[in-house]
């Protein structure tokens, strides 16, 4: 081979110089490739960011409009308590206007009638009031003649009788009253002696 053809072939070899350009333009051109993908990175960042701020404001409002439909819910269940306590009685009471009806007219007609209508009339009020009583679940606790129960019955005295066995009432001194179940009232009674 001839020192031309050599010569030719050095020139078409990169020198050591040329080596260096070319790593320092790759590396600048690889970071400039890193910053626009870092760049789009952190927009794609922001946004996800951005979405996720926005999701949980909405999340909040929620919670927030939430806490306030509870507190209403409390603020009802509690005056429909209160109203239900003022006015459980309600029905009850409008059913015994009819009884103090009646026993006002009884009064107002006695000054004219005799004995037996007065009778008749008073016997009309409570049957009227009994009905009312047994409507609302209010019963009498009449225990004549059956065997003492300290749960529903008082005694007041002892008595000897050979009408009822001994341990069982023999006089209802005042009737007892039960509602729904649940005694309002023991009935008070004499009970047998043994």
């Not at 970071?31 to 996800?48: F, N």
């Not at 006089?171 to 009935?187: D, E």
Request: charged letters at 30%; aromatic letters at 4%.
């Amino acid at each position: 081979m001839s020192e031309k053809d050599n010569l030719t072939d050095d020139e078409n070899m990169p020198n050591d110089s040329d080596v260096k350009v070319t790593s320092e333009e790759q590396l600048n051109n690889s970071k400039a490739d890193e910053k626009k993908i870092s760049s789009a990175e952190i927009d794609e960042d922001q946004s996800e960011l951005d979405q996720a701020e926005a999701k949980a404001l909405e999340n909040w409002d929620l919670y927030l409009r939430a806490l306030a439909e509870l507190e209403n819910v409390r603020k009802r269940a509690k005056k429909d308590i209160e109203n239900a306590h003022k006015f459980a009685l309600e029905r009850f009471s409008r059913e015994l206007l009819a009884v103090c009806d009646s026993l006002e007219m009884g009064l107002t007609m006695s000054d004219s009638s005799n004995v037996e209508s007065f009778l008749d009339g008073t016997k009309a009020t409570l049957k009227i009031l009994n009905s009312t009583m047994q409507q609302f679940g209010i019963e009498e606790v009449d225990p004549a003649g059956e065997p003492f129960d300290p749960e529903y019955h008082e005694a007041i005295s002892m008595q000897s009788s050979n009408k009822v066995d001994p341990g069982s009432v023999v006089t209802v001194m005042q009737k007892g009253y039960s509602l729904n179940g649940r005694l309002l009232r023991p009935a008070m009674v004499v009970v047998a002696e043994d």
